[in-house]
């Protein structure tokens, strides 16, 4: 059963579909490309952390912990996504009479055996914006209409969530994300990495790029690796059995 708000908001965006190849292939490309989305989000993390202000020490521990609890918001997204009933994607549903968009069939073959619910990325996109906008309410309020407009909305025209996943991830992402408010957890978090910041300024921000490049990149190359360690270890089981 699709409920009334997600039908109504998926039926008025899917009715521009197919009107205008550019216009599905420009919205399946901000959906995909690494650099609209991730790109930008860390872009922000970056500034975040070089910016002059008065409360630097502050602004730094809330990047450091803002980074780690996104991460551990993906394994909350992913472990709702497992837990609840398995939800279809909106191009799935027949009474849905979805209509994808010119060009984009290529986009949903990875998705067919994932829950849409919660949207993994409304999770950990509003998750990072949130701990922005802990340091500054205007660069915060553009990182979330970034996540919103450029990550989430795209992928609802494209029939990859509903409305109501997008709006439930990006409530857990700002829960997570503002746990970097509290001040004992922040600094806990952040104590080891300053202290390697204090003793080896080169090696911290080489970690400090790949870890905001998985970030952007959306972690596709460890899931990559993962799945291809994974695939060499069943192959060796078989070859042993």
């Given at each position: 059963?699709?409920?009334?708000?997600?039908?109504?908001?998926?039926?008025?965006?899917?009715?521009?579909?197919?009107?205008?190849?550019?216009?599905?292939?420009?919205?399946?490309?901000?959906?995909?490309?690494?650099?609209?989305?991730?790109?930008?989000?860390?872009?922000?993390?970056?500034?975040?952390?070089?910016?002059?202000?008065?409360?630097?020490?502050?602004?730094?521990?809330?990047?450091?912990?803002?980074?780690?609890?996104?991460?551990?918001?993906?394994?909350?997204?992913?472990?709702?996504?497992?837990?609840?009933?398995?939800?279809?994607?909106?191009?799935?549903?027949?009474?849905?009479?979805?209509?994808?968009?010119?060009?984009?069939?290529?986009?949903?073959?990875?998705?067919?055996?994932?829950?849409?619910?919660?949207?993994?990325?409304?999770?950990?996109?509003?998750?990072?914006?949130?701990?922005?906008?802990?340091?500054?309410?205007?660069?915060?309020?553009?990182?979330?209409?970034?996540?919103?407009?450029?990550?989430?909305?795209?992928?609802?025209?494209?029939?990859?969530?509903?409305?109501t996943d997008v709006v439930a991830g990006?409530?857990?992402?700002?829960?997570?994300?503002?746990?970097?408010?509290?001040?004992?957890?922040?600094?806990?978090?952040?104590?080891?990495?300053?202290?390697?910041?204090?003793?080896?300024?080169?090696?911290?921000?080489?970690?400090?790029?790949?870890?905001?490049?998985?970030?952007?990149?959306?972690?596709?190359?460890?899931?990559?690796?993962?799945?291809?360690?994974?695939?060499?270890?069943?192959?060796?089981?078989?070859?042993?059995?």
């Amino acid at each position: 059963m699709v409920n009334p708000f997600d039908t109504s908001i998926l039926q008025f965006l899917n009715q521009f579909a197919q009107r205008s190849i550019s216009l599905d292939q420009t919205v399946a490309f901000i959906s995909e490309d690494t650099f609209v989305a991730g790109g930008i989000a860390t872009s922000f993390y970056w500034w975040a952390w070089f910016r002059d202000s008065k409360t630097k020490a502050r602004d730094r521990e809330i990047i450091l912990a803002g980074l780690a609890v996104s991460f551990a918001a993906l394994f909350v997204a992913r472990g709702l996504a497992l837990l609840l009933p398995f939800r279809e994607r909106p191009y799935v549903i027949p009474e849905l009479h979805f209509r994808p968009p010119l060009g984009t069939l290529g986009v949903y073959n990875y998705l067919i055996h994932w829950s849409s619910f919660p949207s993994d990325h409304a999770v950990l996109y509003f998750s990072l914006a949130t701990c922005i906008y802990l340091v500054s309410r205007k660069a915060g309020i553009l990182s979330y209409c970034h996540a919103f407009f450029i990550v989430c909305l795209p992928r609802i025209y494209l029939g990859d969530h509903y409305p109501t996943d997008v709006v439930a991830g990006a409530l857990i992402g700002i829960g997570i994300g503002s746990l970097c408010s509290i001040g004992k957890l922040r600094a806990l978090l952040s104590r080891l990495p300053l202290r390697f910041l204090d003793y080896s300024p080169a090696w911290f921000y080489a970690c400090f790029y790949l870890c905001t490049f998985l970030f952007a990149t959306n972690f596709n190359s460890v899931r990559k690796m993962g799945f291809h360690a994974w695939h060499l270890l069943r192959s060796a089981r078989h070859s042993l059995i």
